[in-house]
């Protein structure tokens, strides 16, 4: 027995962390996972947070216009959340579509 690595916890358990602390591990993963900030959502945020600072240029993909890094927000597709659009408007565009339907270009061309 040993005791769990989570700082602060003194519980002693046979793995790595104790019980309690592995579910809590557990369900972060998953509720991350399944609204679909995974490993590559999180990358993808980075590299355009990194390209505003540099001082580039984001459109939000649902409505054209510039995004404010106040204002940004990586976009998921409406139909599937496991794919990543792209910069999108925190406020005013993340929750705009409710009529059904992605309005992203790649499902009307799929070329795109
Ligand atoms: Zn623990
Ligand atoms: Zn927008
Ligand atoms: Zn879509």
Same mark, same amino acid.
């Given at each position: 027995? $040993?005791?769990?690595?989570?700082?602060?916890? /003194? @519980?002693?358990?046979?793995?790595?962390?104790?019980? +309690?602390? $592995?579910?809590?591990?557990?369900?972060?993963? /998953? @509720?991350?996972?399944?609204?679909?900030?995974?490993? +590559?959502?999180?990358r993808l945020r980075a590299a355009d947070v990194a390209a505003m600072a540099r001082g580039e240029v984001l459109?939000?993909?649902?409505?054209?216009?510039v995004v404010m890094p106040h204002d940004y927000?990586l976009?998921?597709?409406?139909?599937?959340?496991?794919?990543?659009?792209?910069p999108?408007?925190?406020?005013?565009?993340?929750?705009?579509?409710?009529?059904?339907?992605?309005?992203?270009?790649?499902?009307?061309?799929?070329?795109?």
């Amino acid at each position: 027995m $040993r005791v769990c690595i989570e700082s602060g916890c /003194g @519980t002693l358990t046979d793995k790595t962390r104790c019980l +309690e602390h $592995r579910r809590a591990k557990d369900q972060a993963r /998953g @509720t991350r996972q399944e609204r679909g900030y995974d490993a +590559e959502y999180d990358r993808l945020r980075a590299a355009d947070v990194a390209a505003m600072a540099r001082g580039e240029v984001l459109t939000c993909w649902r409505c054209e216009r510039v995004v404010m890094p106040h204002d940004y927000s990586l976009g998921h597709c409406d139909d599937d959340r496991s794919i990543i659009h792209g910069p999108e408007h925190l406020h005013g565009c993340n929750l705009a579509n409710t009529r059904g339907g992605c309005p992203h270009a790649s499902h009307i061309s799929p070329a795109a």
